[in-house]
């Protein structure tokens, strides 16, 4: 369980600091940094049992069906990227504490901060694939999130989008390809895919799964050609930059190359394609760097140069260059995060960060000098820091590679050349801001920053340099553990400071000489560079957002005119299409079995409906003759439900058709009574033509399926409708027990319509048309006598007939969907035969009341199976005896049924009880005044 506290504790370190906030940020920092501290020193105590080969796991089933476990591991790969995530987020938490601006929201900046933490500590533990892939999507959401924190800045914004855009999508490649891994080796367990590389590898797949993987590791870590989106997130707060691109975010691409190396990382095309983009990367860097004029920006770009230094590495694939890509992550993290840490100390005490503003500060802040001279040095690779040690066994590593055949010098001398960049860009960082002459005073006067804000720098600092001076020491064991994680085998390798005069000690040499000479012709490079005409990637980035924004809205617009007749004629070409290709891969359409017989009810009965059906299309210019034909239609099949041996069907059909019918009478009351022709003529025959050939090729489908035998589950319901559900009604067996969930969620939709249309219609004021179409007024008599005398004893009747419905649905056809649908009949007709006033008097309760309770004895119903420790929804049932009445059942299906029930009748007539108030007396109308009191009366 000790795995498990580690994220749970980074997810208790996300709530903190909005509810600390109020108590002062003192109290803020410490309640944020208290969590991931205790997380850290819990992931340190499993050292001992590492180095005693173990690999600590813990995995917890989630949604099996997927393959999905909230699985973690810990193995020295992980415990090296935890020791950076939490250690360094711990100082970020400290130096923000000084940075942010008093009204700035510190809660919720911490807050971000922290669920990024999480989202990092997810991706280096998690022992399963698809889990790693939720946590690599929550670091760019929550990255998102950290980027645009000044919302009110357009660049923040902008910076914002394009990295969750180029990182989400690069995320979407990434699952398609652990899908493929997946399906490769038949588990998305890390173990069993790191011991799965020969079957990998020898699948005809494996090149497309590299390349997926590839794209979402190289978009995330902005390995060209991905890396334009990494600069433009300097718009970000510089705590932000400081944990997100030196330590975390940008790592995580790096971290998944180092995971996944053992069982994709042993082919000729990972070289090449991993190391080639990675020295492409690591010079692109390096040039932008030595141009760029604001801080960050050199500090960005440098970034994507050291990440592809580390990705080449991870091509190059050997144990020594596996050995020095770890090495150099750990460097690379500390000597950058000191670095934006002092660039926003420069910016935070002397208003700036633009190098042409800024100048001899030196003399105003000596320390932060001092700070940012070494860990600029550590970057350039100057000896006796760290940045030198692994900057020295990447040049060897470059020697003894072995890629590009007759062309393998060009490896080392493409890093000696990013090694000329980074001295070059490092020596200016810090030329620029100390020691050169200042042409303006900076808006601020500079001074150095509170002593806590120091100290997380401070202590950075002071890594590069003892890790510098005492390699063996101090990275030797963290360095063993992590490499023994990616090689699967004990590595034997010694840090030294001094290992003798040979090739890389000569190639660092060059590189730091030749990069302080280009430095010094630095103002020539510039001028030279003026000749090209500058391009923005967030400028391009955006424009290319507004095209494809564009294009997409003027195809929707051809598509989506306001056409209801369009739509549905690409809807139904659609499936025309679909179904005639199906038809066509058929040898012949009749199957094996025999015909049915046809007789006289069955020919009748098509007659009425194509009648039906044809007479609501030619009349439907005409309201009240197309609802009759409708409903003819309606009728003909619930009698076909009931010819064919299904009475419930045939009952809820027709309990349906008739609300459905009171429905379209009501809302078409306020429609036009005679609607003039629309369709031209070409329409006219395009529908015609569809509407055939549709008919014919569902004609066709429907004689193939019923001429074939088809494996159906309705036997297993018809086998298991008395024993497992205690009713012998087969279809409300099925509605109240076997797929009660769907059920339940049908009645919720239904409930949660009722409600929005309850309150789209409650105060809705409508015009009543005072006359029919020829003209003639409405008669003055509202509720014709027959009506109201016939529905005073009809309404009894068919609250009787309901309850009797409802009672025997487990056994006989009925059930709770078909009485509620009764019950609402009734009331809807006291309502049309005695208006909305008079009933409304004597039905004085309200029925989004009664659709609420019915989903809420419903779910109760469901509930209640756990008080028994049976699976939600369970029902029981049981025969009891009594005197007199003899034996009967009792089942619990048939209170969810009665939930079924309320919820029917409460949304039925929400809909139609307030669709019906327009209509009342109260309605202004076009012709006359407002009804007077005698004449409401």
């Known amino acids: 369980m000790t795995l498990l506290w580690i994220p749970l504790l980074t997810l208790l370190g996300v709530l903190a600091p909005m509810c600390l906030e109020r108590y ?114 929550m670091t760019s959401l929550s990255s998102f999130l950290l980027i645009g924190f000044w919302s009110s800045q357009s660049d923040a914004r902008k910076g914002a989008r394009m990295a969750l855009t180029v990182t989400g999508a690069g995320g979407l490649a990434l699952l398609a390809g652990f899908l493929l891994i997946g399906d490769m080796v038949g588990s998305f367990n890390v173990g069993v895919v790191l011991d799965s590389a020969d079957v990998i590898l020898a699948d005809p797949r494996y090149p497309i799964m590299l390349v997926l993987v590839l794209i979402g590791a190289f978009a995330k870590s902005a390995q060209f050609p991905f890396q334009f989106w990494l600069p433009h997130a300097m718009a970000a707060p510089t705590p932000v930059s400081a944990y997100l691109h030196s330590a975390t975010m940008v790592k995580a691409g790096i971290f998944l190359l180092a995971r996944l190396h053992p069982a994709i990382g042993d082919s000729a095309m990972w070289g090449w394609l991993v190391t080639l983009t990675g020295m492409t990367t690591f010079l692109y860097g390096g040039w932008f760097a030595l141009l760029k004029t604001d801080l960050k920006g050199i500090l960005a770009f440098s970034t994507v140069s050291h990440l592809g230094l580390i990705t080449a590495l991870l091509g190059i694939g050997s144990p020594m260059a596996i050995l020095a890509a770890l090495f150099h992550i750990l460097n690379h993290a500390t000597f950058k995060a000191a670095l934006f840490m002092c660039s926003g100390i420069i910016d935070h005490e002397a208003g700036t960060r633009e190098l042409a503003k800024l100048g001899g500060l030196r003399r105003a802040m000596p320390i932060t000098a001092l700070l940012m001279s070494l860990a600029a040095a550590a970057m350039a690779g100057v000896p006796l820091l760290n940045g030198f040690l692994s900057k020295e066994m990447f040049f060897k590593e470059t020697l003894d590679a072995g890629l590009l055949g007759g062309l393998g010098w060009l490896l080392p001398l493409l890093a000696t050349l990013g090694g000329v960049l980074s001295v070059a860009y490092s020596l200016r960082l810090v030329h620029s801001v100390f020691f050169k002459p200042a042409k303006t005073a900076p808006p601020k006067h500079p001074h150095e920053p509170p002593r806590l804000m120091r100290v997380p720098v401070e202590f950075l600092v002071m890594i590069c340099v003892a890790v510098g001076l005492f390699p063996a020491v101090l990275a030797t064991g963290l360095l063993n553990l992590a490499t023994e994680a990616v090689l699967g085998r004990h590595l034997e390798f010694h840090l030294a400071i001094w ?92 199957g094996g079995m025999p015909e049915g017989e046809l007789d006289g009810v069955l020919i009748l009965g098509a007659a009425l409906l ?59 009351f306020f429609l036009p009574q005679k609607t003039p022709r629309e369709s031209s003529a070409h329409r006219t025959i395009r529908d015609i033509a569809l509407a055939s050939a549709l008919g014919m090729v569902v004609a066709s489908l429907n004689y193939a399926v019923l001429t074939r035998e088809i494996d159906s589950i309705s036997r297993f319901f018809i086998d298991n409708s008395v024993p497992g559900g205690g009713g012998h009604n087969v279809v409300n067996v099925i509605l109240v027990d076997f797929r009660g969930f769907d059920t339940l969620g049908e009645i919720t939709v239904l409930a949660i319509a009722g409600l929005a249309i309850f309150k789209l219609l409650n105060r809705l004021r409508l015009f009543m048309p005072h006359s029919d179409a020829e003209g003639r007024v409405w008669s003055p008599d509202r509720y014709p006598m027959i009506l109201t005398s016939v529905s005073q004893w009809l309404l009894p009747l068919a609250l009787l007939v309901s309850v009797f419905i409802f009672l025997r649905g487990h056994n006989q056809p009925g059930g709770g969907f078909i009485a509620g649908l009764v019950t609402a009949v009734a009331l809807i007709l006291i309502y049309m035969a005695r208006g909305v006033e008079w009933t409304q008097s004597r039905l004085d309760f309200p029925y989004q009341l009664v659709a609420i309770g019915g989903v809420a004895v419903a779910t109760l119903t469901g509930l209640g199976s756990w008080l028994f420790g049976r699976p939600f929804l369970t029902s029981a049932f049981g025969h009891f005896k009594l005197p007199l009445i003899g034996e009967f059942e009792l089942a619990t299906a048939m209170l969810f049924d009665l939930g079924v029930y309320l919820a029917v009748v409460g949304a039925t007539l929400m809909i139609l009880a307030n669709l019906g108030k327009v209509t009342t007396p109260h309605r202004p109308t076009k012709d006359a005044q407002p009804a007077t009191s005698k004449e409401k009366s």
Do not use: K
């Open 610 to 668: 194509i009648f039906g059906a044809l007479g609501t299309v030619v009349t439907h210019r005409y309201r009240l003759v197309s609802l009759l034909m409708l409903s003819v239609v309606g009728l003909v099949v619930s009698l076909t439900f009931a010819r064919f041996s299904a009475p419930d069907l045939a009952l809820t059909q027709l309990s349906v058709e008739v609300v459905t019918m009171i429905l379209l009478m009501l809302a078409l």
């Open 24 to 137: 002062g940020r003192n109290l803020c920092s410490l309640g944020t940094a208290t969590p991931p501290a205790i997380a850290l020193l819990l992931a340190l105590n499993q050292v001992p049992a590492l180095m005693a080969g173990e690999v600590p796991r813990i995995a917890i089933s989630w949604i099996p069906q997927l393959g999905l476990d909230l699985a973690f591991r810990l193995d020295g790969l992980s415990l090296l990227f935890l020791t950076l995530i939490l250690g360094i987020g711990l100082l970020i938490i400290l130096y923000a504490r000084y940075y942010l601006a008093p009204e700035e929201p510190f809660g919720r900046f911490n807050a971000y901060l922290m669920l990024f933490m999480l989202s990092m500590v997810g991706i280096v533990m998690a022992d399963n694939l698809l889990l790693l892939w939720v946590f690599w999507e």
């Open 499 to 590: 290992h003798g005069v040979n090739a890389p000690l000569i190639m660092s040499l060059v590189a730091l000489g030749c990069g302080v000479a280009l430095y010094g012709v630095h103002p020539s490079i510039r001028r030279f560079v003026r000749q090209f005409a500058t391009t923005d990637a967030r400028m391009i980035f955006e424009n290319s957002i507004q095209r494809l924004v564009a294009r997409s809205q003027s195809l929707t617009e051809r598509l989506e005119n306001g056409s209801l007749q369009r739509y549905m004629s690409l809807l139904l070409g659609a499936a025309l299409l679909l179904a005639t290709l199906g038809l066509l891969e058929l040898p012949q359409l009749a």
